[in-house]
Antibody, heavy 117, light 112 residues
């Protein structure tokens, strides 16, 4: 059974940093693109970032480019999102997602990140 | 960026009746592999989104066959042949042809 267990959310002040983690199991982690999608309170879905199977390439949404870094450790079956220079508009539930056939076919439970003073 | 436009934004449906959601993209979603990179997702209240349809018309594993996707290029449709109470939630289309990956605004399906 595919499982994506997320950790690392919470409250952070504007300008601060936070690291999200996603521990994967139930599939061969190194075979899949992985990514992050977020959802601001009461809003729709927004793609944040995706990373290639071997971690050599990462892609970002315009709103987070230069501030967020996606990475993975295939030996630990884990995905990460390092978030720096956080803003109030980054407040959202962040979902870890697994990609297959260009679709997000598994979603984690989500982690709330709140940016507020 | 590819803009995804869904309609309607709100869809009240009587149980047992059909439902249809439209999704239009600002440019063709046909990939060189011959597939349309258009997905449909359902987010039930209080849950994470789940994949319903990929490549425009392929049902994801475990998705009931009352859900179907059609269309090509820039115009796509998600159809539910007979709506059930468990189908309530927000439906999103998403394009994966190019980055940034973009979603439609969402369609809220409610039971009348």
């Amino acid at each position: 059974e595919v499982q994506l267990v997320q950790s690392g959310g919470g409250l952070v002040q504007p300008g601060g940093s936070l690291r999200l983690s996603c521990a994967a199991s139930g599939f061969t982690f190194s075979n899949n693109w992985m990514g992050w999608v977020r959802q601001a309170p009461g809003k729709g879905l927004e793609w944040v970032a995706s990373i290639k199977q071997d971690g050599s390439e990462g892609y970002y949404g315009d709103s987070v480019k230069g501030r967020f870094t996606i990475s993975r450790d295939n030996a630990k079956n884990s995905l990460y999102l390092q978030m720096n220079s956080l803003r109030a508009e980054d407040t959202a539930v962040y979902y870890c997602v697994r990609s297959s056939n260009w679709a997000f076919n598994y979603w984690g439970p989500g982690n709330l990140v709140t940016v507020s003073s | 960026d590819i803009v995804m436009t869904q309609s309607p934004l709100s869809l009240p449906v009587t149980p047992g009746e059909p439902a249809s959601i439209s999704c239009r993209s600002s440019q063709s979603l046909m990939h060189s592999n011959g597939y349309n990179l258009l997905d449909w997702y359902l987010q039930k209240p209080g849950q994470s989104p789940q994949l319903l349809i990929y490549f425009g018309s392929n049902r994801a594993s475990g998705v009931p066959d009352r859900f179907s996707g059609s269309g090509s290029g820039t115009d796509f449709t998600l159809k539910i042949s007979r709506v059930e109470a468990e189908d309530v939630g927000m439906y999103y289309c998403m394009q994966a042809l190019q980055t940034p990956v973009t979603f439609g605004q969402g369609t809220r399906l409610d039971i009348k």
